[in-house]
């Protein structure tokens, strides 16, 4: 019955993976178990590591019954998902949502938002004790018409000093009052000022600076790129179109704030940045045996991720031709945004000023529960959906080990004390860049009264530090 068991399952995978199956209801699954054996059909199939999950391992169970018992033992599906993945140290990203709308707002940069873009950190010898710090405000927010600006701090929400155990509840919240704090030589002193904010659905246009610095013979083009948001392409290539068109001759990147997105868009992005490689191999793709050995039988160019001269919308891309693009980045760095450093350098010089990366070289895909896990035919049931990590992607050369991080060619962490205005030439990031280009002496060096540890930051509070494939493979 086993053996029978595991190659019903590997059936049914194929199945899956050729979109003609069944749906899950043909299989002896009752009612309320249907969520459960979505989750664990879905990571079964498409997991990157479901080969090293004992309950996922295509033997463990020996028929559907048997399945079953294991399913009934959850009575919540985020806590049979969260239980079926692998140790956290290998995977910090999986996910499974209880409404598939709010993933898919999540993804497309549409969230319920007030405006401030924040990061948080540890206070100085506290391993619980973080606070807050304005990393942007959105245009056309709520914030944009408070009085709170880049580099404000906040040591608590509605009077509750944050720490690890009650940000999330604190700063869930749809309205709240940020008790603001003085950066004073490095202490974080309350000052008794107070904002009250309100969040909206709000949709974030990723590009939320550009501009051209002429410096001498150099037209330095400058972006702030914020996401990889499938919808905003057009946008973001009106952009490049632009800064081709003032004829610039370098281009920083500012990926700080960049936590990822759509490897799609990415692809477009290295193009844009690029343009004289069209058609050669940016990244390629590495799944689980199972789903990669299917994918490869029906065509290996699926695994393959190119450089291209067409958006999604088969629209031409505004392409620099550069040979070398200067890229900014934080601990908040991640996913989509380490691709185009990783898969752009073994092509272009990739010059990378700030802090080490995120270490996110894996990518995922959103599985609904329809017969093949794709949003056509989901079930009308309920809303779950998950949000797996399925992939590992390298660049040219079979690079895609960095786990830990990518580290700058010149290390500069934002100092708290000497933040600046974003897009003013002498903000120290963006200065250190205009330095590097000119040679013009402009390096900062860094000497801040006090460096605080990175925690987390909206985005990854979110879970926006996604990199993601837009399709489910056929």
């Excluded at 009052?177 to 107070?194: F, K, Q, V």
């Excluded at 049931?381 to 990590?389: C, E, G, L, V």
């Amino acid at each position: 019955m086993r053996k029978y068991f595991r190659l019903t399952i590997l059936l049914l995978s194929t199945i899956y993976l050729l979109q003609s199956c069944e749906k899950h209801e043909d299989y002896n699954v009752p009612d309320n178990l249907r969520i459960n054996d979505f989750v664990w059909k879905g990571l079964n199939l498409y997991y990157l590591w479901q080969p090293f999950v004992p309950y996922l391992d295509d033997e463990r169970f020996g028929s559907q019954q048997e399945l079953n018992g294991f399913l009934s033992g959850y009575s919540d599906p985020a806590v049979l998902f969260n239980n079926l993945l692998i140790d956290e140290s290998l995977d910090r990203f999986s996910v499974i949502f209880s409404n598939y709308n709010t993933l898919e707002g999540l993804l497309s940069g549409t969230t319920k938002n007030n405006g401030v873009d924040y990061g948080l950190r540890y206070k100085s010898g506290s391993n619980t004790e973080i606070f807050g710090w304005v990393r942007y405000i959105l245009p056309n927010s709520d914030a944009s018409g408070k009085d709170i600006h880049r580099g404000d701090i906040f040591y608590a929400v509605n009077g509750e000093s944050l720490t690890i155990n009650n940000y999330k509840s604190l700063l869930a919240n749809d309205t709240y009052t940020l008790n603001l704090a003085d950066y004073d030589s490095g202490n974080i002193t309350p000052n008794g000022e107070t904002v009250t904010l309100t969040k909206t659905i709000y949709s974030e246009n990723p590009v939320l600076i550009s501009q051209v610095i002429n410096s001498g013979d150099n037209k330095i083009g400058y972006m702030v790129y914020n996401g990889f948001y499938p919808n905003y392409e057009s946008q973001l290539n009106n952009t490049f179109g632009q800064l081709k068109s003032e004829g610039v001759t370098d281009l920083i990147l500012d990926l700080r704030y960049n936590s990822g997105g759509s490897i799609a868009t990415a692809s477009r992005l290295a193009s844009m940045i690029t343009g004289q490689f069209d058609g050669q191999l940016l990244g390629k793709e590495q799944w689980n045996a199972k789903a990669q050995a299917h994918l490869e039988g029906l065509n290996q160019d699926d695994l393959i991720n190119k450089f291209t001269a067409k958006l999604g919308n088969n629209a031409t891309i505004s392409s620099l031709n550069l040979m070398r693009v200067y890229v900014l980045t934080s601990r908040s760095t991640a996913s989509a945004s380490e691709l185009i450093i990783n898969c752009l350098e073994p092509y272009i010089d990739v010059i990378q000023i700030g802090d080490v990366t995120t270490g996110k070289n894996v990518g995922s895909i959103t599985l609904y529960d329809s017969a093949d896990f794709k949003p056509e035919g989901r079930t009308s049931r309920h809303t779950y959906a998950m949000q797996p990590i399925v992939l590992k992607i390298v660049n040219k050369d079979g690079f895609g080990d960095y786990t830990n991080g990518l580290n700058p060619d010149y290390a500069l962490i934002e100092d708290l004390g000497n933040l600046d205005v974003l897009g003013n030439e002498t903000e120290p990031l963006l200065s250190t860049a205009i330095g590097i280009i000119t040679s013009d002496g402009r390096l900062v060096r860094q000497n801040p009264d006090k460096i605080f540890k990175h925690f987390k930051d909206l985005k990854t509070i979110n879970r926006q530090d996604q990199m993601y494939v837009e399709q489910t493979p056929r």
